[in-house]
C-alpha cells in the first residue's frame, strides 16, 4: 500500500492535469436513470490506471529498464544489471556488464534471454541463469536498435530464429545458443548470423522497431510469417511462407521476393528521429489484436487481418491519432518518450507526464505530472505475458495496475452507435446494460423499424406505460404485441396479476386483428398467418397457467369477437373437453365429439354424453367403450344402453350386444344388471345366441350371473321353452322342467331327468313321467323301451301300469326275461357277499383271541422312554412297538395331542378312579364290590382307550406333530432364560 505522502503526490499529480474530474456529490453531475437501478461511484473513483513505486532505491542512477514473464532487468549507470524474479523480490542479482555504455536491453517474452546492445557497438548475451554476459563476436560493429523475438520459442538454451535490426538499417537473422559457463574454450554463440534484408538503401537510417508474427497457413507443410519493421518515419510490412524443411536463415525465402521489387511501406511526414511499435496481445501466444506505432505526427494505430491474402498489407481500420494536447500546454506538443497500448487505450511518456488517450474516441482520459525529485522520465515498457506496465526514471521505479480497463467502453461504442459492441462489454452493470438497450430500442423507434424496436424496449426497465403509449400513438399494433409477448416472457411465476393483464390485452389485440382481416377477401394468406400465431400464442405453457382460473373471461371475450374456432381451440387447450363436446354435439358433430371424447379418457365425460351418442354413432361409440375396458364401469352405461327401448334399430342392437359380449367375455364382469340386461335383448332380438349365452352360464345355481325368475319370466313372455327347461333345471325344478321339455323334445326331457345325478328317486320319478308321457301320448311301446334301457333304475313292473289293457306281452316279452335274469344275478350276489362277510367275521375273531393271548416281557433294567426312569417303580404301559411309558408320563406325553373334548373326558376318568381309588370301604354285598369293580374296569378300558390307542411315538400322533414347534409358546420364555 502507498505511503500517505505518495497518496498526496499522486493527488497533486492529477489535480494539475487539465482533465476535468466528475464531480462525485449527490444529484451533482450524475444523470438521471429511468431504469430504476442505482448506480455505484465507487469504481469510477478508482482510475483506470493507478500509479504505484516500487519501494526500491537504486544504489546507482537507471539507465535502462524492460520487463517480461515477472522478470525485470535494470541497467544502472555503472553497467550493473540488476535482475529481479519478482515472484521472490528479495532476492535480487547483480550482473556487471563491463566498461561499455549500454545503448538498449532486449529482454525476450519469456524472460530467458537478454541482449545487450553497447554503444561500442558490442552485443552481450545473459541467459537466464547466467552469471556473466557473453559477446556475441559476430555481431561486433553493428549497434541493435530493434529486435524480433521468435514468440513461439520455449526453450531456455537457444532463441531460435530471431530478427536483429540496426542503427544502419539492416536487418539480420541469427539463432543464439547459450553457452556452457565452466568451458574454458568458448564456441562463438551464434550458430549463424546472415543479413536478410536493407531498409537503408536509400540513406542510412535506424531499424526502430521489429515484430514477427506466426500466423496461420492454408498449408501443413508451410509456416506463414508477418514482420513488420519501422523506422523513425516509415513502416514496412513484409508477408511469405516458409517451408517447414527449410535451413537456416529460414526468413531469407520471406525478405527475398522484397529485393527484386521494392518493399510497400507506409510514411508519415514530420518524424523526430525515432520511432516505436507495440503489438497488443489479448493472451499468450495469441496472434496479436492491435499495434500502436509512435511517430512524428502522432500514433499511428489499427488492427490486423490474418486471413487477408494481401502480401503487402495486413493491417485494418488504421487510423492516424494526434498526440492529445492538454490546457497547460503550449501550442507546440512536447515529443513523446515512449509508447504502450492495451485493449483500449494508449499510455503515452512524455517528459514530464504520463498521458492516457482512449483508441476509441481519440480522447485523453487520464493525466499524471511526475515530481521532479524521482528524476529524470526515462522510458514505459510492458509484461506482455504478465499484463503490467512498467515506467521507471533515474532515481524510481513505478508500476501501473489496469482496473477495469473496459468499464466506460460500452459509452463510447454507444456514443458511435455501435450497441452491439456497447452491449458486449456492460454485461456486468445491469445499469448501463439498461442504456444501451433503451437507446438502441429508440433509434429502432425513430428508424421506424418497429419490431425490432418493441423487441429492445421490452428488455429494458423503462416504463411500461410509455414504451406502450408510444406503440399505442404511432398505431404499430405489431410492434405493440411484440412488445407485450416480450414483457409477459420476462414475468416471473409469482406476478399473476401482471401475467394476466398482458395476456388479456394480448388475446383482445390478435383478435382485432382477426377480426379486420377475417372479411378481406384478399388477406387470407395474412389471416392464416395471424391465426397460427394466435394459437400458438394460446397453447404456451405460462398463457395456459395464467388463464386457467380466469378461463370464463377469455370465452366471453373470443365470443365477443364470434370466434367459434378459436373457442374450441382453447377449450381444447385448456382441457375442458365438456364445453368442446357439448358444442359439437349442438351442431350435429357427432364423429368430432367422439374424437374429442376419447383424448382424456375422461370416463365421467363417457357417463354424460354415451345416452345421445349411442342414438347416432353406436358402432364408434361402443368401440370407444371396449378401447377403455376397465376403466369403464358397464353398469353406469346402461342408461346409454337403454335408449334402445325406445327407438331399437338393428345397428344399435348389434353394438350393444357386442358391448356387453365384451364385458361378460372379456372383462368377466358379473354384475347382475348387465347379465339381465344381455339376456333380454338375447331374448327379444338375437334368440338363437340365447341358449349358447345359458350353456356357457351353466346349471348351478350360485355360479349364474343373471336373475334366474327374470330370465325365467322374459323367456316364458317370449315362449322360449328350451331356454325355460334349462332355468328350471338350474333352479332344481326338476320335474317341472322334465313336464316343460316333453312339450318341445323327448330327448330334451331325457337330458333334464338325468341333471339330478344324487337323488335316484328323482330321477327314476322324472324317467316315469318320461315313460308315461311316451306311453299314453305318443302310444310308442317301441320307444317306451328304450326309456326302459336307458334308464337302469326302471323295471318293467313299474311302467307296466301305464300300458292299456288290450296291450299283448309280445311286446315286452323281452323285457321281463330281461328283469327276471337281472333279479336272479341280484340274488347270486347277494349270496356271496353274505359268503364273504360270514368268512370275514371268522377271521376278526381269531385275530381278537390271539391278541388277548399276546405278552411282553419287562426286565428290571428297562426304562420309560420319556422320562427315562426305571419302568417297574411305577404303573406302566408296553406297547408292541416295544415302546414302554409310565402311566402317568405317557398321559403327559399324549395330553397336548388331544381336543379339549377328550382331555375333559379323560380328565374326569381320573378325578373318578382316584375318587374311587381313596373311597375304599368294606362292601355291603358281594353284588355291590363287583359293580364296582365292574365299572372301575370299565373307567380303565375308557381311558385307556384314550390315551393308549396307539403310542405316541409310533402312531398318527407323532405324523400330525411335525409341524409343531420344538418350543412352545408358553416355554418360549423359560427356555430362553435357561440360555442365558
Known sequence: MASIFEQYEQHTARSSSSIPQISREPGIGVPPISSGYV????????????????????????????????????????????????EHPDQPDEVRVGEDRIHKLFLDPTGRHLLISTESQEVLYLSRNGRKPKPLQKLKGHLISAMGWNKANASESTTGEILMGTTRGLIFETDIQAGDDSRFFQQSLEQYWRQVFNLGKE?????????????????????????????????????????????PPVFQTIFQRYEDSPASFLELPGDFGYSQVEFYYSKYRAPPANFAWMTGPGVYYGGFDFTSKSKDNLTTESRLLPYPMSESEASQIPTPLSIVVTEFHVLLLFQDRMKVMCVLNEQLVDEEIFQSRFGRLLGLTRDHIKKTIWCYTEQSVFRYKVTKESRDVWRMYLDKGDFDKAKDYCQDNAANLDQVLTRQAQHFFDTQVFDKSAVYFAMTEKSFEEVALKFIEAKQTSALKMFLSKKLGGLKSQEKTQMTMLVMWLIELYLNQLGELRPQQDAKEAYNSLHEEFQKFLAQKSVKDCLSSNVNAVYDLIASHGGVEDMVYFAMLMKDYERVISHHIQHEGYENALDVLRKPRNVELFYKFSPVLMQHIPQGLCQAWIELGRDLDPKRLIPALVQLDHSPEKNQVNEAIRYLEFCVMQLSNTEKAIHNYLLSLYAKHQPEQLMGYLEQQGDIAENVHYDLKYALRLNAEHDHKRACVHIYTTMGLFEEAVDLALQVDVELAKLSAEKPEEDEELKKKLWLRIAKHVVQKQSDIQQAMGVLKECPALKIEDILPFFPDFVTIDHFKDAICSSLTEYNQHIETLKTEMEDATESAKAIRSDIQEMRNKYGIVGGQQKCASCGYPLLTRSFYLFPCQHMFHSDCLISEVEPHLSQTKQKQMSELQHKLNNLTLQRQPSTSATDAISKRDEQEQMRNDLDDIIAAECVYCGEIMIKSIDMPFITTEEYESVIQSWD
Open 39 to 86: 448506480t455505484a461511484s465507487m469504481e469510477e473513483d478508482v482510475h483506470i490506471f493507478s500509479k504505484q513505486r516500487i519501494n526500491f532505491t537504486p544504489p546507482k542512477p537507471i539507465t535502462h529498464l524492460v520487463a517480461n514473464n515477472n522478470i525485470l532487468m535494470m541497467a544502472m549507470s555503472d553497467n550493473t544489471i540488476l535482475r529481479i524474479d519478482l
Open 203 to 247: 540513406g542510412s537510417v535506424p531499424v526502430t522497431g521489429i515484430e514477427v508474427e506466426r500466423i496461420p497457413s492454408t498449408s501443413p507443410s508451410e509456416r506463414r510469417f508477418f514482420v513488420m519493421a519501422t523506422t523513425p518515419g516509415r513502416m514496412y510490412q513484409f508477408v511469405g511462407t516458409i517451408p517447414s524443411s527449410a535451413e
